[in-house]
T-cell receptor
Framework: GQSLEQPSEVTAVEGAIVQINCTYQ??????LSWYQQHDGGAPTFLSY??LDGLEETGRFSSFLSRSDSYGYLLLQELQMKDSASYFC?????????????WGLGTSLAVNP | NAGVTQTPKFQVLKTGQSMTLQCAQD?????MYWYRQDPGMGLRLIYY???????DKGEVPNGYNVSRLNKREFSLRLESAAPSQTSVYFC???????????FGPGTRLTVT
């Protein structure tokens, strides 16, 4: 089967750093995406990793290790507005349709 | 640019009724997707369209049909609604050369 595992909930305080892990087991692997979703809102794209290593975009970074079937999203200098759900999603096929398999999401609560 | 728009925002149906969820994008994207999201769950792909005139099944297509009316519009039809189809439905689009999917605001559907 195909599965993605990520923690269901994470809590942190403003200004801190938090890491959200994602491990995957899929029939193929071409890349790992991260999306943010605020309550009642639409998912928005954060990052995509196809190769091993760290990608940094402002306060957010994403890491991938293909040999370990593992990635993480790192959020630095946490702000209250970062309270949201974070989803990892795997692209498991080489086709142009770029279909994704999604994790169940991690609910991040940032406290003052 | 409005991005991805969906109508209606909310809908209540009785079991056995039919309806069509509308989605349009103004970004000239080739690929479009329909997802459903149940409470505490990730997104599950219902149908997708890699380009105008083509559609393909995703993970959970049973009970749904789609139409890619033109490049802008991708509709999802429930022929005979069932309570198990109570969910939030998201439409998304993607530029061919990109990994980023852009999501609409969602349609909250309740079937009683």
């Amino acid at each position: 089967g195909q599965s993605l595992e990520q923690p269901s909930e994470v809590t942190a305080v403003e200004g801190a750093i938090v890491q959200i892990n994602c491990t995957y087991q899929t029939s193929g692997f071409y890349g790992l995406s991260w999306y943010q979703q605020h309550d009642g809102g639409a998912p928005t794209f954060l990052s995509y990793n196809a190769l091993d290593g760290l990608e940094e975009t402002g306060r957010f970074s994403s890491f991938l290790s293909r040999s370990d079937s593992y990635g993480y999203l790192l959020l630095q200098e946490l702000q209250m507005k970062d309270s949201a759900s974070y989803f990892c999603a795997v692209r498991n096929n080489a086709g142009n349709n770029r279909k994704l398999i999604w994790g169940l999401g991690t609910s991040l609560a940032v406290n003052p | 640019n409005a991005g991805v728009t969906q109508t209606p925002k909310f809908q209540v149906l009785k079991t056995g009724q039919s309806m069509t969820l509308q989605c349009a994008q103004d970004m000239n994207h080739n690929s479009m997707y329909w997802y459903r999201q149940d409470p505490g769950m990730g997104l599950r792909l219902i149908y997708y369209s890699a380009s105008e005139g083509t559609t393909d099944k995703g993970e959970v297509p049973n009970g749904y049909n789609v139409s890619r009316l033109n490049k802008r519009e991708f509709s999802l039809r429930l022929e005979s609604a069932a309570p198990s189809q109570t969910s939030v439905y998201f439409c998304a689009s993607r530029e061919t050369s990109s990994y980023e999917q852009y999501f609409g605001p969602g349609t909250r559907l309740t079937v009683t």
